[in-house]
T-cell receptor, first 112, second 110 residues
């Protein structure tokens, strides 16, 4: 079955650590996205990539980094520069916005 | 002004009732419109696309008003399982970016 897989489902980070969230899709979609969602809030765009080896900052890119070395994969690193990283992180992909986005099941990151 | 605005609710509605909510958008160049449903602590899932002619899927009807720049969602004969947050989504005018509303929370009560 085609879809997007995010791992891990839950992640705990110590202060000062970098952590990497995985996102893999087998939908053959060109575009991939990372969003952050805080409790009771909407989705905020962190980074997006329209094509392999290219990505763009979203509205809240500070403290995050990404890579897009393969079409299927778009990992997100939450660096120690991100001061308030506790949130629900969602990865999505799209072939064209005419068809909407498909989401992974998310990673819940908590700083301990 | 936010690009996509929704009433956050919550809308508390008795089971079996009809409920409707609107969403306004600011970019007149937007071409694609959607309603997504998000359950608590889950990812958003596509509920329906919204076409210029409007569309219906069972108990759900979506309408687009380009002149006034809003879309609407109507839910008839509401079920307890309809309780969720409904996200209004509009494309930015490009082929790759969607703009998300903050969502309207709906609670269906027995």
């Amino acid at each position: 079955d085609g879809g997007i897989t995010q791992s891990p489902k839950y992640l705990f980070r110590k202060e000062g650590q970098n952590v990497t969230l995985s996102c893999e899709q087998n939908l053959n979609h060109d575009a991939m996205y990372w969003y952050r969602q805080d409790p009771g809030q909407g989705l905020r765009l962190i980074y997006y990539s329209q094509i392999v080896n290219d990505f763009q900052k979203g509205d809240i890119a500070e403290g995050y980094s990404v890579s897009r070395e393969k079409k299927e994969s778009f990992p997100l690193t939450v660096t120690s520069a991100q001061k308030n990283p506790t949130a629900f992180y969602l990865c999505a992909s799209s072939i064209d916005t005419e068809y909407g986005y498909t989401f992974g099941s998310g990673t819940r990151l908590t700083v301990v | 002004r936010k690009e996509v605005e929704q009433d956050p609710g919550p809308f508390n509605v008795p089971e079996g009732a009809t409920v409707a909510f609107n969403c306004t958008y600011s970019n007149s160049a937007s071409q694609s419109f959607f309603w997504y449903r998000q359950d608590c602590r889950k990812e958003p899932k596509l509920l329906m696309s919204v076409y210029s002619s409007g569309n219906e899927d069972g108990r759900f009807t979506a309408q687009l008003n380009r002149a006034s720049q809003y879309i609407s969602l109507l839910i008839r004969d509401s079920k307890l399982s309809d309780s969720a947050t409904y996200l209004c989504v509009v494309n930015s005018g490009s082929n790759y970016q969607l703009i998300w509303g903050a969502g309207t929370k709906l609670i269906i009560k027995p």
